[in-house]
């Protein structure tokens, strides 16, 4: 039985470093929110954070219209490109 009184103090001091550092860090916490002016920003549930992204949201659709803006945006910049390119040759 001594071992694990060992372990248990052991583990009790351990506990109470975690502690006093997770004190210091929720302080440093509040100095750099009240430096933003006070913003505070909600943390992520540790599901969600490891996933890379919320599972409910579905995967968003475009308009044709918006399709088609965007297709001709990038053709205009590829023309532009191979312009830029030819007059350098």
């Known amino acids: 039985m001594p071992k694990l009184t060992i372990?248990?103090?052991i583990l009790q001091a351990a506990l109470e470093g975690l502690e006093a550092q997770k004190a210091r860090i929720d302080e440093q916490i509040r100095t750099v929110r009240a430096a933003l002016g006070g913003k505070t920003v909600a943390p992520r549930p540790a599901a969600e954070a490891s996933s890379g992204g919320?599972?409910?949201?579905?995967?968003?659709e475009l308009s044709a219209a918006a399709r088609a803006r965007i297709a001709a945006a990038q053709k205009k910049?590829?023309?532009?490109?191979?312009?830029?390119?030819?007059?350098?040759?």
Request: hydrophobic share 15%.
């Open 7 to 9: 372990e248990n103090s």
């Open 54 to 60: 919320s599972a409910s949201r579905g995967k968003r």
């Open 77 to 89: 910049r590829w023309a532009e490109y191979r312009k830029n390119k030819n007059a350098q040759q």
